[in-house]
């Protein structure tokens, strides 16, 4: 019991941690995007998306490299996507005014890429079961580096169309912003993020070694809530300041950020790693189902209002229920 409890003291002072880097880090992305003139929902969708993102990054670079732990960080991955999916835009308009306005460039643009993102990644993870096969128990396959290359490559489309906003768009930049400072100031909150990120990577392998269950199951509640909290306070920032598109672009650019190119680098920096087509399809299939209800309440109206800001919450909060039964044992959905 004295364990548990170290570990989830860890795990809370490892997000402090994070949360300090992300306010660094959300205050010089700001001012970057001003130094460039870059548009609001490019700011959110490349520079403040990878920034915050960043964590998950770290998390399967760390569990892979250093424990082991490849479907540990791909927990982490597909957690925080949830989190940022369902608490993030409902904190945003809960701590704002009680609504917040989508407008059809995001939904039909971001949100569709998004959910673009989620196919990509499922679909490299089924052509590594279909043609790299493992033996073991269950359905295996090895993710190799070609593998890897191809969601990695859909990233590179999405950049190239933020590339064509940024051309077209004509805002000019600020030319009063000291660009050295605010990538250096950028640079260290990435730092102290990392530092932060590997506390909670410990935590997950510890709290999974002390129930006896597998640890990507607390990865995708412990290091995801913890790494996602940059993304929280930037979009929660973003939103009380006026700018929603901001907030929202940051919430569907870090899940791109996070499924395109986290999971992809953790392969081609590993080489080849397996994974168990039982353990990931669990995982993807809430994911589908949060991104089907975030995408319909977005989608109403072009608006996001307070009672379905609280719809996002329950659905979170049944998401956390349901990993804590499976990691007590309850049920069985995810083969252990």
Known sequence: MLDVIGLLGLAVIATAVVWKGSTW???????????????????GAIIAAAGSSMPELVSVLLATLLHGEFELGVGAIVGSAVFNLLVIPAAAVLAGDGRMSTGRDLVYKEALFYMLAVAALLLTFSLAVIYNPLAGAGLQGAVTRPLALFPLLLYGLYVFTQYLDTTEHEGSADDTVDLVSAWLWFGLGLVVIIVGVEGLVRSAIGLGEAFGTPAFLWGMIVVAAGSSVPDAFVSIAAARSGRPSVSLANVL????????????????????????????????????????????????????S?????????????????LVVESIGVTNVVPT
């Open 25 to 43: 880090l959300e205050d010089s992305a700001n001012r970057l995007a001003a130094g460039y003139g870059v548009p609001a929902v490019v700011q």
């Open 306 to 322: 307070r009672q379905e800001a609280w719809l996002l919450l329950v659905l979170y909060s049944l998401f956390v229920l349901w």
């Open 253 to 304: 650019g870090s899940n791109v950020f996070d499924l395109l190119v986290a999971v992809p680098v953790g392969v081609l920096v590993a080489g080849t790693l397996a994974i168990t087509f039982e353990h990931i399809v669990p995982m993807m299939g809430f994911l589908i189902l949060a991104t089907i209800v975030f995408f319909t309440v977005v989608r109403t109206n072009m608006l996001l």
